[in-house]
């Protein structure tokens, strides 16, 4: 059996099998650099999501294992094989490796699916296959997969935009790639398709079983297409753990805040549970002291009555209602509660939690 994926920090040992692992990588351009010293491991036929803001270096680290970039150190293994290693020092030698990217078995789909426009639907699925592969049944093959099943015969340009994406799909999986690298694959769409796309992707990958990597700044897409996420700040990667671990369990409160809606809120520990503005709250690790404690907005209630918080807006969202509660020495919390709103801007309301142990941190 292969250990666990439960992975919170990103730093334990890699499984027996592995389908990537990335080593101490550093990567920039010039004198700036943007990837310092990243370990990662991605085990065969998993989905990793890489989520981060913008330019902390995913697109970058992507690229490494594609080999459109060189590394300035570390080391990147597919496979059994290692495709990119720095050479060693005086003190630890060693020769230094370096697969060009057409020879890693690594399929790309990029943000605007890049297909070419000369080509059809075919065409463009049938290009990184040998001659006999194109005569053959595989382009059908994998216009079925993606859905598009006699358009082959069609241009680019008379799809619309999911469509050109899972084209771009079709065209990274139809040479069996060992790994697919997918760079915020839906960043183009609109929300409505995005949703609709990123489940379809996602049971493409699942009965392919590919190993993957999923890039984006999108915490609800990331959470949806991994079964791992790593969290990337400042080319650094932060966590990687499960969607629900890295939702309950970050390894700190900017992970929390960058991961969901929440509530950092100052308390005073002793032992297992903290005081705060709203009662006392338990603590899923043992602390003493000034300690600042994540609160999910979904976890508070609001009831009428009380002298010490406000309901100061209200967003409604159909599902659920979003309310801001503003406590009279100026702190603010947010508080979801499902279905259309109870209270209006102005009434005075008391917060509570609902009783589950929270995560905290050292201070203020």
């Not at 919170?8 to 890699?14: F, R, Y």
């Not at 990147?76 to 020879?103: H, Q, Y």
């Not at 392919?208 to 079964?227: I, K, P, S, Y």
Request: proline fraction near 6%; aromatic fraction near 4%.
């Amino acid at each position: 059996m292969l250990p666990s994926l439960s992975t919170s920090d990103g730093t334990h040992t890699p499984p027996v099998e592995v389908g990537v692992v990335v080593s101490g990588l550093k990567a920039g351009f010039g004198a700036v650099e943007v990837l310092h010293g990243v370990d990662l491991w991605v085990r065969p036929g998993e989905m990793l999501s890489l989520l981060g803001p913008s330019g902390c270096g995913k697109t970058t680290l992507l690229r490494c294992i594609a080999g459109l970039e060189r590394p300035t150190a570390g080391s990147v293994e597919i496979g059994e094989a290692t495709v990119s290693k720095l050479g060693g020092t005086a003190t630890r030698p060693g020769a230094s490796v370096w697969v060009p990217p057409e020879k890693r078995g690594v399929g790309m789909v990029f943000q605007d699916g890049a297909l070419f426009p000369h080509l059809d639907v075919s065409g463009n699925i049938a290009f990184g296959l040998s001659k006999p592969e194109r005569k053959g049944p595989r382009v059908a093959e994998m216009l079925d997969l993606v859905g598009l099943g006699g358009l082959g015969d069609r241009m680019p340009t008379e799809l619309s935009g999911g469509q050109q994406q899972r084209v771009a799909l079709a065209r990274a999986l139809a040479p069996v790639p060992r790994v697919l690298l997918l760079d915020e694959p839906f960043s183009s769409l609109d929300v409505a398709l995005r949703v609709s796309l990123r489940a379809e992707v996602r049971a493409v990958l699942d009965e392919v079983g590919v190993t993957a990597l999923f890039v984006t700044h999108d915490q609800d897409e990331a959470f949806v297409m991994g079964d791992r996420v790593g969290v990337l700040r400042d080319g650094n990667l932060e966590q990687v753990a499960t969607p629900i671990d890295l939702y309950t369990a970050p390894a700190s409160p900017w992970i929390a805040a960058f991961v969901g809606d929440a509530n950092l809120m100052r308390g005073v520990a002793t032992g297992s549970v903290a005081a705060t503005p709203i009662g006392e709250v338990g603590l899923v690790d043992a602390a003493w002291g000034d300690v600042q404690i994540l609160l999910r907005p979904e976890r508070l209630s609001l009831a009428a009555g009380g002298d010490h918080q406000t309901v100061a807006s209200i967003e409604y969202h159909g599902h659920d209602t979003r309310y801001t509660v503003s406590h009279r020495d100026g702190s603010t919390l947010a508080v979801r509660q499902t279905g259309e709103p109870l209270h209006r801007v102005g009434d005075l309301v008391c917060v509570r939690h609902d009783g589950g142990a929270v995560q905290s941190w050292p201070g203020g």
